[in-house]
Structures are given as C-alpha cells and as structure tokens.
C-alpha cells in the first residue's frame, strides 16, 4: 500500500459496499479494490465487510462501515467539473436518483447523504470575467438555479 499522497475515507453505517459499487457505476476511471472484513476479534460480525477500498475518477477513496455516530452533512462536499450539459445531466442525474435530493445552485445531495457540487468548468470562467456586470449577472442566474443550465448561463453573461 502507498504511503503517500491523500485518500477519502467516507463513513457509512453498514452500507461501504454498496456506496463504493454505487460510487463507482457513476464515474469513469473507477474501480473497487481491497475488501477487508471483520474477523472473530470483532468488532463487527465475523465476515461482515469494514472497508473498500475504491477509485471513482481517479481520486482514491475508502468506504468505511464505521456505525450510526456519524454522519455526512454539507460542510463537507465534493466538485465535479464538467465540460459540457451532458455531464451536468448525468452527474445531476445519477446522483438524486433513488433517494438523492436536488439542491440550490448545483448542488446535489446522494442517497447516502454525501454532497456533491455539479459545477460546469465554464461556470468559473463566467463568473471570474474582469467585467464585473458579466459576472454578476452570471451569479445572479446560477443562484436561481437547481441543476446548472450551461445555455442559460451564457445568456446571463451576454445580457440577454
């Protein structure tokens, strides 16, 4: 195992397994590697699964079956930067299915709990423009919004 560099670890209550399969289905550039379960030390049942190990775009995760003490709120979220609509839709998609919820300004909560920002990469360029009325009238459309509209943002930006 690498010593280096940074890894995720994302604590669930029993669901690490499903989480990282779900994790993994969404993204490209994914895998599940390591399973380690409990054995008779405990402190879970025998058998049961207590990490996985698992890549979703590249960036390196652990889903640990850690229990009910703690659990994700928004403080913590991830970017996904997207090149096109396209992205945005599946990403958006993918991640409110199933009981995931929709959010203010990109933002999406998984069935898991975990937040996620679906941001499109033109977005930052937009709002980042040194013509500060572009940019504020990007903001202004992109903070009432749900999921981001990469067409209706160019709209904002060019005053129409």
Same mark, same amino acid.
């Given at each position: 195992? $690498?010593?280096? *560099?940074?890894?995720?670890?994302?604590?669930?209550? *029993?669901?690490?397994?499903? $989480?990282?399969?779900?994790? #993994?289905?969404?993204?490209?550039? !994914?895998?599940?590697?390591?399973? !380690?379960?409990?054995?008779?030390?405990? @402190?879970?049942? +025998?058998?049961? /699964?207590?990490?996985?190990?698992?890549?979703?775009? *590249?960036?390196?995760? /652990? %889903?640990?079956?850690?229990?009910?003490?703690?659990?994700?709120?928004? !403080?913590?979220?991830?970017?996904?930067?997207?090149?096109?609509?396209?992205? #945005?839709?599946?990403?958006?998609?993918?991640?409110?299915?199933?009981?995931?919820?929709?959010?203010?300004? *990109?933002? /999406?909560?998984?069935?898991?709990?975990?937040?996620?920002? /679906? #941001?499109?990469?033109?977005?930052?360029?937009?709002?980042?423009? @040194?013509? $500060?009325?572009? +940019? %504020?009238?990007?903001?202004? %459309?992109?903070? $009432?919004?749900?999921?981001?509209?990469?067409? +209706?943002?160019?709209? %904002?930006?060019?005053?129409?």
């Amino acid at each position: 195992m $690498a010593t280096e *560099g940074f890894t995720t670890c994302l604590w669930f209550d *029993g669901q690490a397994e499903e $989480a990282a399969q779900y994790y #993994v289905s969404i993204f490209k550039n !994914s895998a599940i590697g390591r399973i !380690s379960r409990y054995n008779e030390a405990g @402190p879970g049942p +025998a058998g049961s /699964v207590i990490t996985v190990d698992f890549v979703a775009n *590249g960036q390196k995760f /652990v %889903a640990l079956n850690g229990g009910p003490q703690f659990t994700f709120n928004e !403080s913590i979220s991830f970017q996904i930067y997207c090149e096109n609509q396209e992205e #945005v839709d599946h990403y958006w998609t993918r991640l409110t299915e199933n009981g995931g919820e929709p959010g203010p300004c *990109g933002w /999406v909560k998984d069935r898991y709990g975990v937040s996620w920002q /679906v #941001v499109p990469a033109r977005l930052i360029e937009l709002i980042s423009d @040194p013509d $500060a009325e572009k +940019a %504020a009238r990007t903001t202004q %459309a992109m903070l $009432a919004m749900g999921k981001l509209d990469i067409a +209706a943002l160019e709209r %904002a930006y060019a005053g129409e």
